[in-house]
């Protein structure tokens, strides 16, 4: 199960705002496909639990989800099960990597989602595995839509998807990022 440091999972989780995680997450604006993930990551504890892709459909489709969509989520999702399945042999030699993003992944993923995904590295929020599911993810995303760069809210969001697919703990101060509709917050 994806959860929000040891003793709290992500479906009892409140933003800053004082607003459910869930609602936070379907205040940033996305393209449909993203409105498909997050009902997923809303109804389903961890990916692995969700029917199988025909059941799936159906019950997306039940829930009032265009066909198109639904066929668009599922295809990146499968994407994301077979990029993942690939980078299982691949780990990290330490715990500190370093990573040089050519000009085409500069420009496609933008200064933002660059400095964004070298923040997390830093944090160690991150794995060097996960990373590059993360950028493969995004510059597919930003294929399907044709649009460079990818917004960070969508890379945000990415990043979201990428954890709760692999069961991952995320940091609450990481989740609350990741939620982040992008709105001035009063700091206490």
């Not at 060097?128 to 995004?138: C, M």
């Not at 697919?165 to 990481?174: E, G, M, P, R």
């Amino acid at each position: 199960m994806l959860s929000v440091s040891p003793v709290t999972d992500t479906r009892g989780c409140v933003d800053a705002a004082g607003r459910h995680c869930a609602a936070a997450l379907r205040a940033v604006k996305s393209p449909p496909m993203f409105d498909v993930l997050v009902y997923l990551y809303e109804n389903y504890p961890a990916l692995t639990g969700a029917p199988d892709p025909d059941s799936l459909a159906q019950k997306l489709s039940a829930a009032g989800f265009d066909k198109d969509e639904i066929s668009d989520a599922l295809a990146w999702l499968q994407g994301l099960a077979q990029v993942t399945r690939e980078s299982l042999s691949v780990r990290d030699a330490s715990d500190r990597t370093f990573r040089i993003y050519p000009g085409f992944e500069r420009e496609r993923l933008g200064a933002d989602g660059v400095a964004f995904l070298s923040f997390l590295d830093g944090a160690g929020q991150l794995t060097g595995a996960q990373r590059e599911i993360v950028i493969e993810r995004a510059l597919a995303v930003g294929q399907q839509d044709g649009e460079w760069p990818v917004a960070l809210d969508k890379l945000k969001l990415i990043v979201l998807m990428v954890l709760w697919s692999q069961q991952a703990d995320i940091d609450v101060l990481l989740l609350e990022e990741l939620l982040d509709d992008g709105d001035e917050r009063l700091l206490h």
